[in-house]
């Protein structure tokens, strides 16, 4: 499993795009309308959060991958948001 885990982890912050229609957690599907400005203010305000981190050397690790730098942080973040809003071609 450590293998798999440890092939895997490059291809979140690499220069190549996430494919398209990967299995979503349940969890994670909105079935409920929602505010698109509101929604889309709240996604700057984490975008700017995240932004004013900067270079901050204590990043929680995660709990499947374990350790990024701040730069891992950051592409994974970009690469996660270009995945999402290419699904609307936004």
Do not use: C
Not at 60 to 86: A, C, R
């Amino acid at each position: 499993m450590r293998l798999l885990i440890k092939s895997f982890k490059s291809t979140l912050y690499n220069d190549k795009p996430w494919k398209q229609n990967l299995p979503t957690a349940k969890e994670f599907i909105v079935s409920e309308q929602k505010d698109f400005d509101k929604e889309k203010n709240s996604l700057v305000l984490l975008i700017d959060e995240l932004k004013a981190k900067g270079e901050q050397h204590n990043w929680p690790k995660h709990p499947i991958f374990g350790t990024f730098t701040s730069q891992q942080w950051g592409q994974m973040q970009y690469k996660h948001l270009d995945h999402h809003l290419k699904q609307f071609n936004s």
